[in-house]
């Protein structure tokens, strides 16, 4: 006895295609259908509908990746700073901070006329 399945019944198309050609080009016409709807469904889809929307959107986008940017910067440069304040062989960025205080001190002293120089 063969254990093999049984071979399904090869018919030929109409139209002179491939055997039950034309019900799987209806079923892939159906899938994307579905997939095309649902794509549609999907809010950024609707949300670019207008230029308007679209303009606020990345309006909106711009401004969080700013200020991302900016607290994660902060973040970034103070525990930079944290780190390098407890090493002591950096001497060079201690008088090279000095300087500048130094330098700022000078012209609040002078007023607004020390400023211009």
Same mark, same amino acid.
């Given at each position: 006895m063969n254990d093999a399945p049984a071979k399904p019944e090869i018919r030929?198309?109409?139209?002179?295609r /491939?055997? +039950? $050609?034309? /019900?799987? +080009? $209806?079923e892939t016409a159906q899938r994307l259908s579905r997939?095309?709807?649902?794509?549609?469904?999907?809010?950024i889809v609707r949300i670019h509908d207008s230029v308007i929307k679209v303009v606020l959107f990345q309006f909106m986008r711009g401004l969080a990746f700013g200020f991302?940017?900016?607290?994660?910067a902060s973040i970034l440069v103070s525990v930079l700073v944290a780190v390098l304040a407890r090493f002591e062989f950096v001497p060079l960025l201690g008088d090279w901070a000095a300087q500048i205080i130094e330098q700022i001190d000078e012209s609040q002293?002078?007023?607004?006329?020390?400023?211009?120089?």
């Open positions: 030929q198309a109409a139209s002179g /491939a055997p +039950d $050609r034309e /019900a799987l +080009d $209806r997939a095309l709807e649902e794509i549609v469904a999907h809010r991302g940017t900016v607290i994660g002293a002078d007023g607004p006329e020390g400023r211009l120089r």
